[in-house]
């Protein structure tokens, strides 16, 4: 299978590439760097060193024997989408060309148009190349479990839902109620993509993933072949970050109550989703809704784990619950239906409290790196601002 990643330089890209090419795919990646920039921009970096695309694409033929084609371009350039995707005439899209950080999309009025402009114009952009190009390409969207928000009711794997108001019933796309303007941009895809579908049939699977941990795969047996790590209040997800902060004797802070709960999936696991979803399409036409999730957990509850399994590796680690920057419910039901995963033979590899030691493992080496990173660990970007 001949597949195009876009956003390949990136945190599920990069592994995501090389699990595929070790499969035996043929891998096409496309990026424009965009998120090196912008984490630089926020005073923060990887926490592992990384190297230039093109050096680690040497490494990866070297360590792994992997192919992988790279271009450096920009999704929102919609001629030079359209000439990779004449040129290379892939099997399947992986579209992971956009701005991903939720609290990044929130710190002011210029972060929040380039979030919609970037995302919504690269799917639209998206859409209208393989129209041209061949419109029976399979299109995996990444979505996300924070389009739907924190319901009091089921979160159903499905497109749409029946509904009835004053008797009269009829479909409608299942509820969807984000938390911040990327969450929105993520949920505008997901209309655009289902109008696609519909109007000329597109094949496309939107996976709806929860916030994804871990620095290892399979793959990753090398230092050179790590993919990025994000750590800061803007761009690192909690698992990321409290693991940090563990190792740099900073207390772990929940946000709030901490009974915020999501879905989380660990970096492997989320490897394997993915190769199975692209190497089992959907029918030809059809628009699958993916939930890909692994645990349910509730933020205070890794905060305990983390605290847990760092003092058992000596570390010294305290727990300080801080105001909450965001505006979510922070105690709620949360319950995620999720079949198509397991119908098609996933079986989740990896428990927290594991991937957790691990993680701490490989981070600990790069404590003198991630000193230089400390103040920009605790919460800065506040929802209730909205600067202009």
Known sequence: MRVLILGIDGYLGWPLALRLGKRGHEVIGVDNLYTRNAVREVGSDSAFPLPEPEERIAAAKKILD?????YRADVKDYEKLYDIIQKHKPDAIVHFAEQRSAPYSMIDVHHANYTFINNITSTINLIYAILKVDPTIHVLKMGTMGEYGTPNYDILESAFVEVEIKGKKDKIPFPKWASSWYHWSKVYDTYNLMWANKVWGLTITDIMQGPVYGTRTEEIID???????????????????????????????????????????SLEDSMQALTILLEHPPSQGE???????????????????????????????????????RVEKEEHYYNVESKILPSLGFTPKKKMKDEIKFMLEDLIPYKSRLEKFKHVIFPRTDWRKGRS
């Open 287 to 325: 628009y699958r809704v993916v939930n890909q999730i692994h645990e349910v957990l509730s933020v205070s509850q890794i905060a305990n784990m983390v605290k847990e399994v760092g003092e058992s590796l000596g570390l010294k680690v305290e727990i300080q619950h801080v105001k909450n920057p």
């Open 223 to 265: 230092e050179k072949l790590r993919t990025r790590f994000d750590f800061d209040e803007v761009w690192g997800t909690v698992v990321n970050r409290y693991c940090v902060e563990a190792i740099l004797g900073l207390p772990l802070t929940p946000y709030g109550k901490g009974g915020q709960t999501r879905g989380f999936i």
């Open 66 to 70: 992997v192919n992988i084609t790279f």
